[in-house]
């Protein structure tokens, strides 16, 4: 309840905005917004996976969701409030595989954009930071990113490389790094068309024997995505299939499905 009043106030006291859309779906920009501009972002990730249902292996479409609160702060830096949900089935679907690194909880997380001109450092142009802690019925989460793009006028490469700390409720502990970067393109101000790819790897404290488990050996995606930003609303869109472990069949209970659908939409408030 104080959480919502918060966010409540928050968007309130909030002056005109600038929306910040994403043209990728996973990897974000370096852009932050201006001191008292708010958004408002939906995320929408949904995966095929196995379960047993009444003794039998069947394909299920797992979902996860995520709003997140986008607060322009001071001069390129930017506060992110989020609240995330993973559905649960229903008590007579059995190892039913969920989201790797998704669950019930809140994420809180600062981005910072550390040059003050565009597209001035070396090489990489433009380059951000991130930090962020979530909580979750299993876990908490410490997770540092940094964020690089690069614009080539309506040309932009995006890159970004993340390093968390699990700490599970259970005292099991794992390092978990995902990469990710790709490519978009401005056809039109309001149409922007990519390429993006991601890695999810998890290394636990526990030692498996060889070769790693599926669900915990590195895992990528890569595929399309689009973007439409129609004024006050932007809708970005993306779908992968995994590139690694092609021919591994999927077992009830594994996380990594061979197609990934991500919709991210974003309202300036």
């Known amino acids: 309840m104080w959480s919502s009043s918060v966010l409540v106030s928050l968007t309130v006291l909030a002056s005109t905005a600038s929306a910040n859309p994403r043209p990728l779906a996973h990897t974000l920009t370096t852009d932050t917004l201006a001191p008292g501009d708010v958004d408002l972002v939906t995320t929408t990730d949904l995966v095929p996976l196995r379960r047993l249902a009444s003794m039998r292996e069947v394909t299920f479409l797992a979902s996860a969701f995520a709003s997140e609160l986008e607060i322009g702060l001071v001069d390129r830096l930017e506060l992110g409030l989020t609240a995330t949900l993973v559905p649960s089935l229903d008590d007579r679907f059995e190892s039913a595989g969920l989201f790797a690194g998704v669950g019930n909880g809140l994420r809180q997380r600062i981005r910072y954009t550390f040059n003050e ?153």
């Open 117 to 269: 001109d565009p597209d001035s450092w070396p090489i990489v142009g433009n380059v951000g930071a991130l930090l962020e802690i979530s909580e979750t019925e299993s876990d908490v989460m410490l997770d540092g990113r940094f964020l690089f793009e690069r614009r080539f006028d309506r040309l932009s490469a995006v890159f970004n490389i993340s390093v968390a700390y699990q700490i599970y409720f259970d005292d099991r502990r794992a390092w978990v790094i995902t990469p990710s970067g790709g490519l978009t393109y401005e056809i039109t101000p309001k149409f922007h068309v990519g390429a993006e790819a991601w890695q999810r790897a998890e290394y636990p404290d526990q030692v498996f024997v060889s070769p790693r488990p599926f669900s915990f050996r590195p895992q990528a995606y890569a595929g399309p995505s689009l973007m439409l930003w129609l004024g006050k609303v932007w809708w970005t869109a993306a779908a992968y299939a995994r590139i690694t472990d092609i021919d591994h069949d999927l077992e009830p209970g594994e996380p990594y499905g061979r197609f990934w659908f991500r919709s991210v939409i974003g309202f300036d408030l």
